[in-house]
């Protein structure tokens, strides 16, 4: 079974500091790991992706994204947060290449100026 | 780009009414699905569909169908209208080949109230 979790509701930051969005993950087998945001009112728009190869993804935005396996993690960085990043990400885990995915309950950011 | 299009943003309707929501895809995905979301809850998916005529069953598909008679189209269908099915509505595709490969792409949403 897969699994993933955000353990924050929301984060708080301000602008020009650096932002970090968490998210732990459980597979049974090698992950695909995405992430996406949700600006209010809207469907969910791709961030980035981890398939396999280099431990840090780039992605939209300036977003990137690092993987790591021992600690089963896929925290969502960008080194300087704007108040338009003010929104609802999603952390999602598929076990298989063409599989369902899993989405956790998501991370409420808060970007202040 | 992928252009996943929702025909209904807000929808009210009445609880026992027979509910379409309609979802098309303009690039070709072999794959669509239905989620549902709520706040704490994420998202959860109600059926997928790997190909034209084919469904199955997601996380939460009870009180939900689907039709997939043509791949560009997926419609997921309330039977009967409840009011614990007010919700936000997601359809999404997936394609197979090249850059796009294995991510799911989101339309824009439609918002369902049942009175």
């Known amino acids: 079974a897969q699994s993933v979790a955000q353990p924050e509701d929301q984060v708080n930051v301000a602008e020009g500091n650096p932002l970090t969005v968490k998210c732990t993950y459980s597979v049974s087998g090698n992950p695909y790991l995405f992430w996406y945001v949700q600006y209010p009112n809207r469907g969910l728009q791709f961030l980035l992706k981890y398939i396999t190869g280099d431990n840090l993804v780039k992605g939209s935005y300036g977003f990137e994204a690092e993987f790591n396996k021992s600690q089963t993690s896929f925290h969502l960085k960008k080194p300087s947060a704007l108040v338009s990043d003010s929104a609802l990400y999603f952390c999602?885990?598929?076990?298989?290449?063409?599989?369902?995915?899993?989405f956790g309950a998501g991370t409420q950011v808060v970007v202040t100026p | 780009d992928v252009k996943v299009t929702q025909s209904s943003r807000y929808l009210v309707k009445r609880t026992g009414e027979k509910v379409f929501l309609e979802c098309v895809q303009d690039m070709d995905h072999e794959n669509m699905f239905w989620y549902r979301q709520d706040p704490g809850l994420g998202l959860r998916l109600i059926y997928f569909?790997?190909?034209?005529?084919?469904?199955e069953k997601g996380d939460i598909p009870e009180g939900y169908s689907v039709s997939r008679e043509k791949k560009e189209r997926f419609s997921l269908i309330l039977e009967s209208a409840s009011t614990n099915q007010t919700s936000m509505y997601l359809c999404a595709s997936r394609g197979g080949q090249g850059l796009s490969g294995n991510t799911i792409y989101f339309g824009e949403g439609s918002w369902l109230t049942v009175v």
């Open positions: 569909s790997y190909d034209v005529k084919m469904k």
């Open positions: 999602a885990v598929s076990e298989y290449s063409w599989g369902k995915l899993q």
